[in-house]
C-alpha cells in the first residue's frame, strides 16, 4: 500500500484501491466513466484494467462502449493451467 500512495502523491492522478467496478463506459473528450457496486460512477482522463481478460471484456461490455475488436481480442484469450519454469 505504502507503494501506491507515493505512485499517487509523486503523480497528477488518484488511485482507486479496493473499488469494485461493474463497468467501464467512455464518455467522448477522452473521458472514461466507472461505475461500482454500491457507489457514485467516477470519471477519469485513464482508465487501468490491471485485471484477466474476461473481466476486463465484461466491464467494457457492461459499459456500452465497448469496440468490437475489444470484445474479440479480449473474448478470445485462452487460460491454461500449467507450470511454467524460467530463469
Known sequence: RQ???AVAAAGR???RLRH???AVTRLGGG???VRGPGC???DFHAVVLACPA????RLLVAGGTSRWLERTLLGAVE???DLSVTH
Not at 474476461?54 to 471484456?57: E, F, G, L, Q, S
Open 54 to 57: 474476461d473481466v476486463a471484456r
Open 31 to 33: 473521458q472514461v466513466r
Open 79 to 81: 487460460h491454461f493451467h
Open 3 to 5: 507503494f501506491y500512495r
Open 40 to 42: 457514485e460512477a467516477s
Open 20 to 22: 469494485g467496478a461493474e
Open 13 to 15: 492522478f488518484r488511485l
